[in-house]
């Protein structure tokens, strides 16, 4: 019996968004792959990526700013974990997506 005979989801494939050195240490970079705004962001050396627009209000998260793992959003600060998205105040998460760095490009499951 395969998998797909047993309901399993496949993960989305990885696509390269950007090089490597496009994103800045500190910097954010805003990606559109099939109509979804993708953040890239530089955190403690490791590339992250989420849904730019905000849950709670279709803020864009690149306006927002870095604090202690959180992306802050700039509308009502609604701060997100970078590593999940979860938003412990309202209980819930921003979506966030799979990064890996390949041969210089920035490649994310989505």
């Not at 494939?13 to 910097?27: H, I, K, N, V, W």
């Not at 927002?64 to 819930?92: M, N, T, Y």
Request: glycine share 8%; aromatic share 6%; charged share 25%.
């Amino acid at each position: 019996m395969t998998h797909e005979a047993l309901g399993a989801v496949s993960a989305p494939p990885f696509r390269a968004l950007a090089a490597r050195s496009d994103l800045e240490p500190a910097g954010k970079l805003v990606v559109t792959v099939d109509g979804v705004e993708v953040l890239l962001l530089v955190h403690e050396d490791r590339v992250v990526a989420l849904a730019n627009r905000c849950i709670h209000r279709d803020r864009e998260l690149s306006q927002g700013f870095l604090l202690k793992g959180r992306i802050v959003c700039p509308g009502h600060q609604w701060s997100f974990a970078l590593e999940d998205g979860f938003c412990k105040e309202r209980d819930r998460s921003q979506p966030v997506y799979e990064t890996r760095v390949v041969d210089g490009t920035i490649e994310v499951a989505i």
